[in-house]
C-alpha cells in the first residue's frame, strides 16, 4: 500500500487481514494508511518518530486486547493526543462506556457502516488539525514572547548600564566600578540565599535583579558638582552634606521614572532602594535617614559591603588603594557596625571571588 506522507495518516489496528482490507479501501483516497495486526507492531508505529494522526483500535486481539493498546497510548505524554477509534462487534453498553473512560474519542460497532466510518473519521482528522495548530500557533507565540521578552530585558540592561556610564563620566577614575560592584552584588545575594534568613526573599529572580539593577546604585551623582564629586582632598563638612544628598537625588530620579511607567516595575524598585539606602549603616550612624540594621532593605545592605570593598580597592583622586587582604580586614572589622553580619560572613567566604572579580574588570 502506497502511503500519502502529504496526508494525515491513519493506523489501522486489527489482527483480521479482511478488516484491514475493508478499511485501507474505504480510507485511503484521503488518508495515508498504515496497518498493524499485532501489539508490538502498532506500539511500534505510534511510539515512532512519525506516529499516526489517528489510531481505529480493534477491541478483541490475542495476546493484549485494544483496551491496554489504548492505555498505552494515552499514558504516554507523546502520543496522548492521538485520537483513538475503537472498532468491535462488542455492542454492550459497558464495553462502550469502558472506551470512552480509556480516552477513545469514538465507539464504532461491526459490521461497519461506510457513511459512518467517514463522518466520524473525518470528524476527529478536523479536530486533530484544529488541535495541532492551535498547539503550533501557541508554541509559536510562546517563542515570540520569549524572544520579545528577552529584546526588552537586553534593553533594560543597555539602558541601565548606559545611565550609569553617565554617573561615570562625572567620576572617571572608576571605570570598572559598575561592572565589579554588579557581580561582587550577585556574590553576596548568592551566598545569602541560603542562609534561613534570606532565602524566602533572594529567589533567583530577586537576585537576577539586583544584579541588573545594581550600577545605578550612584546614579544621582550626576547631580554633585564637580568641585565636590572631584575634589582631591577632604569633604567639608558643608560639601560632605551635598554630596550625601547623591543618595536622594538618585531615588527622586527612579521615582520620577515609576510614576512615569504607572505600573509596578521590580527592578526600578530595586534600583531606587539600592541606591538610597547603600550608605546606611547597621548601627544607625549612616545617611540618608540614619536608619539601623534590618530597618535598612537588604539590597542597600548588600551594596554597601561592595561599594565600601571597590572604594578600598581603587585608587581615587582623594584617596590611594589598599590591598585586598587590607580591605577584608577593614570590612570584618566593620561588621556589626557600618555592615550587617551575616552579609560580612558571605563576603569572608567569597572574598577570593571578590578578589577574581576586581582583576576581571580592572580599570
Not at 572617571?172 to 542562609?195: C, D, F, M, P
Not at 569633604?235 to 505600573?263: C, D, Q, V
Request: glycine letters at 4%.
Amino acid at each position: 500500500m502506497d502511503e500519502k506522507i502529504d496526508h494525515q495518516a491513519i493506523l489501522i489496528v486489527d489482527d483480521e487481514p479482511v478488516n484491514i482490507k475493508i478499511l485501507s479501501e474505504l480510507l485511503s483516497s484521503e488518508y495515508a494508511i498504515r496497518a498493524a495486526k499485532n501489539r508490538e507492531k502498532a506500539l511500534k508505529i505510534i511510539n515512532s518518530s512519525e506516529p499516526p494522526d489517528l489510531v481505529l483500535l480493534d477491541i478483541v486481539m490475542p495476546g493484549m486486547d485494544g483496551y491496554e493498546v489504548c492505555k498505552k497510548i494515552k499514558s504516554n505524554p507523546d502520543t496522548h493526543d492521538i485520537p483513538v477509534i475503537f472498532l468491535t462487534a462488542k455492542t454492550n453498553r459497558k464495553d462502550e462506556e469502558k472506551c470512552f473512560t480509556l480516552g477513545a474519542s469514538d465507539f464504532i460497532t461491526k459490521p461497519i457502516s461506510p457513511p459512518i466510518v467517514h463522518a466520524r473519521v473525518n470528524s476527529q482528522m478536523q479536530m486533530k488539525k484544529v488541535r495541532d495548530f492551535l498547539v503550533d500557533k501557541n508554541e509559536f507565540l510562546e517563542k515570540e514572547v520569549s524572544k520579545r521578552t528577552a529584546e526588552l530585558s537586553h534593553i533594560q540592561d543597555v539602558t541601565i548600564f548606559a545611565l550609569a556610564s553617565l554617573a561615570e563620566t562625572r567620576d572617571n577614575e572608576t571605570g570598572g566600578h559598575i561592572k565589579r560592584t554588579q557581580h561582587y552584588v550577585r556574590l553576596l545575594a548568592e551566598g545569602l540565599s541560603e542562609h534561613p534568613r534570606f532565602k524566602d526573599h533572594l529567589t533567583e529572580k530577586i537576585i537576577d535583579l539586583y544584579f541588573k539593577t545594581a550600577p545605578l546604585h550612584d546614579i544621582g551623582k550626576v547631580g554633585i558638582p564637580d568641585h565636590i564629586l572631584l575634589k582631591p582632598g577632604k569633604l567639608t563638612a558643608e560639601e560632605f552634606e551635598i554630596m550625601k544628598s547623591h543618595t536622594r537625588i538618585g531615588r527622586n530620579a527612579i521615582l520620577n521614572a515609576e510614576k512615569f511607567l504607572k505600573a509596578p516595575a521590580p527592578f526600578l524598585f530595586y534600583a531606587r532602594e539600592m541606591a538610597f539606602t547603600h550608605h546606611e549603616k547597621w548601627n544607625g550612624t549612616g545617611y540618608p535617614m540614619k536608619i539601623s540594621g534590618d530597618h535598612i532593605p537588604l539590597s542597600g545592605r548588600i551594596m554597601a559591603v561592595a561599594d565600601v570593598y571597590d572604594a578600598l580597592i581603587t585608587e581615587r583622586v582623594y584617596k590611594s588603594a589598599v590591598p585586598h587582604d587590607e580591605a577584608v580586614k577593614i570590612i570584618k572589622e566593620e561588621s556589626g557596625k557600618h555592615f550587617d553580619p551575616a552579609v560580612v560572613d558571605v563576603f569572608l567566604d567569597v572574598a577570593g571571588k571578590f578578589r577574581e572579580t576586581a582583576g576581571r574588570y580592572i580599570d
